[in-house]
């Protein structure tokens, strides 16, 4: 992987009742960040199952300086988590990625390299390109995905094939710019996102990823988010 002294990567994970996924995510983005500086930010919106105790275990670990607890009272949004984790990032660049395991931190230095060799501004993981996929999912479940990006891709023209993806990395000045005049909530925030960054005219390079479905835990995703999905996307062919 290429060494880059200079940068330093503050990574950025919401969790709500994430107990069982956290202590393992952690670790494996140590295990594949070996040779990059980076911090983990990890927001969490008052779980009730203890995720916070356990983040404060790895703290005990790994250190408070790599591992940031930057809590909130109770759930609030994944936007807005994003908004609160950027104000306690001291990296020049900013990953947003989940924590339930669907986004694997093995992937991390491929974003890394891609953005190193092009210089883009946003490096994404994307499902729908050669060598990305999902792994887990119903056939209902992928179909529903699949429609989401196409009918996204029809209206929109963005220019990127995974539109409602959340594996990212962006610049941080970048997303700083992107974040303030974004205004949806839940699941189409990373939709407008990238909506938004292809308008402003940014740099955005791809890398394929295996999406894998949540290990532990329940899925958030249900009825009302596609609801909320179709208002979004009929809000941002309106505005962009």
Same mark, same amino acid.
């Not at 230095?109 to 994404?124: H, M, R, Y």
């Not at 990395?169 to 839940?186: A, R």
């Given at each position: ?5 200079? =940068?330093?990567? *503050? ?5 709500? =009742?994430?107990? @069982? =996924? ?5 670790? +494996?983005?140590?295990?594949?960040? %070996? /040779? ?8 969490? /919106? ?18 408070? $300086?790599?591992?940031? @607890? ?5 759930? #609030? ?8 984790? #950027? ?10 990625? /989940?924590? $339930? @395991? ?5 992937? #991390? ?6 953005? +190193? ?5 946003? &490096?994404?993981?994307?499902?729908? &390109? ?8 119903? @056939?209902?479940?992928? +179909?529903?995905?699949?429609?989401? =990006? ?24 970048? +997303?700083? $710019? ?20 292809? %308008? ?13 479905? %949540? ?8 009825? *009302? ?16």
């Amino acid at each position: 992987m290429v060494k880059e002294k200079k =940068n330093k990567y *503050s990574i950025i994970v919401p969790t709500y =009742n994430e107990r @069982l =996924n956290i202590a393992l995510i952690v670790y +494996l983005i140590f295990k594949h960040l %070996r /040779d990059v500086d980076f911090e983990i930010i990890i927001v969490d /919106d008052g779980s009730p199952d203890g995720t916070q105790e356990v983040v404060k275990q790895l703290q005990q670990v790994y250190g408070e $300086d790599r591992i940031l @607890l930057r809590p909130r009272a109770k759930k #609030l949004g994944l936007g807005t988590a994003y908004i609160h984790g #950027l104000k306690h990032v001291s990296g020049n660049f900013v990953v947003i990625m /989940d924590a $339930d @395991l669907s986004h694997h931190p093995k992937y #991390l230095p491929s974003f890394i390299k891609k953005q +190193l060799e092009t210089g883009a501004s946003i &490096v994404t993981g994307t499902r729908y &390109v050669k060598g990305g996929g999902v792994h887990g999912w119903n @056939l209902m479940r992928k +179909l529903t995905s699949r429609g989401a =990006n196409v009918l996204a891709q029809t209206l929109l023209w963005p220019g990127v094939s995974d539109l409602t993806g959340s594996f990212r990395l962006y610049k941080k000045s970048v +997303l700083e $710019d992107i974040i303030s005049s974004v205004v949806s909530k839940g699941y189409v925030f990373q939709m407008e996102m990238i909506v938004r960054a292809s %308008r402003k005219g940014y740099h955005i390079e791809e890398v394929p990823i295996t999406f894998v479905d %949540r290990v532990f835990g329940s899925s958030k995703l249900g009825g *009302s988010e596609i609801v909320e999905y179709l208002k979004g996307l009929a809000y941002l062919l309106v505005t962009t």
